[in-house]
């Protein structure tokens, strides 16, 4: 173990999202960008943002899918647009009708 290998707590926090242990996907998320926070950690934003999405944890997700997309640029990020846009429709169900459907993306 490298304890501190942004990689590794970036690599594992998409293994953890990919189990459903959400909870523990954003500790290792958050601990890759403590880590490393630039761009070239993108992936660990998108892990973040994700994670948070899947906590209904709206406002963060957003913000963190924000913060990555300004650091990447013009170029974007496929992922990162993604969870923000679902984010977003999220948000807005949940002011419109209450409770909103499954954050889970496929």
Known sequence: LQPESAVLYCNRSMAYLKQDMTHEALADAEKSL??????????AYWRK??????????????????????????????????????????ATMKRLCGDPWSVKMD
């Open 34 to 43: 403590e880590i490393d926070d630039k761009v070239e950690n993108i992936k």
């Open 49 to 90: 943002a994700q994670a948070l999405l899947e906590l209904d944890r709206l406002e963060e997700s957003e913000a963190t899918a924000d913060t990555g997309l300004v650091m990447q640029g013009q170029a974007g990020n496929q992922h990162l647009n993604r969870v923000r846009r679902r984010a977003r429709e999220l």
